[in-house]
């Protein structure tokens, strides 16, 4: 079920793992751990190239025989979280931490990497190996795209470890998988004056309450149950004294999609409804959108792919769809491909912590699991 290589390959790749662990490093930052993964390529026989997108790092191993291109995909971000596990490997960079399994997600393509260069004489094709930075925000892949490492790409695969996903299970859905995570911005602007004399002034925070209870409308009322949607407001800001009715109210939050249409028709509902309800309440209200990640959508096939090597593997099987965004949306909609979960989730219960959690942990039997999930992949792909 695992072969000998990958085996033999674990401990290595978990070494490197908790190297990674210990000096974690944020988006566009990955100095150090774009350093790593161009070492070990070298150290694999393979001829990394860096810098791209700062600090971005591509190899290509190319197989025996001609063939399409397979691009393995991993991200190396940390997150701006206060590690509080009492792993031996703990973040020894304060403030800092691998909270989403990045680190293991390096180290399991790294080890692919080097299974792979010694197969290649075998491959009818090539696999293209990215590590990219950033995946956390403000998002790497579009630079990569940008710098050309799509270019001669046929198909993409990704793979994220998950938290609450048991050991040996994993998560393949062909069509939208993760959502379009988009944000967007209120201002209000009222007429201030003394909170005692309310009727002279045109108070921003009441149109605000009023505002954000009626939103909750978007997704209740105007999104199909058959369709997803999440409309969230995480930040508010007004005032600076409990007498004094304020002159403005800004507030900001998340809208997740998965299909276009559904996204469109929420931003014109906010579009109308952010001015019109202001107006009601004698504010002036201003509703900007801003474009984030777009909505990651499975092709068939590259699932097939991973649905029959998850299969031979007798592990189990599952869909998956969550309202989370992820990066690798812009290379699967420019190629094929597809992006699947293996589930990490620790043996005991009170170890699992959702993903950017600063007691988050995933379990190392994972890691096997997950180069032979690649392998096995690749060969359908270039057989
Ligand atoms: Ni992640």
New binding site residues.
Partial sequence: MIRPEVEAMTRTVIELRRDLHRHPELGFEEVRTSAKVAEFLRASGLEPTTGIAKTGVTALIQGGEPGPTLMLRA?MDALPIEEETDLEFASQVPGKMHA???DLHTAILLGTARILNDLKPRLKGNVKLVFQPA?EGPGGAEPMIKAGVLEGVDYALGL?LWSDLPCGHVAITPGPVMAAADTFRVRIHGKGGHAAYPHESEDPIVAAAALITAMQTLVSRNTSPFDSAVVSVTQIQGGSADNIIPERVEFSGTIRTFHPSTKAAVIKRLQDMVPSLCRSYGTEGEFEFIEGYPALINNPLPCQWVKSAAEEMELALSAQATMGGEDMAYYLQKVPGAFFFLGAAPDQPERIFP?HHPKFQLDERAVPLAMELFLRCVESCLK
């Fill in positions: 991200d989403c399994g990045h995946e994220h993903h």
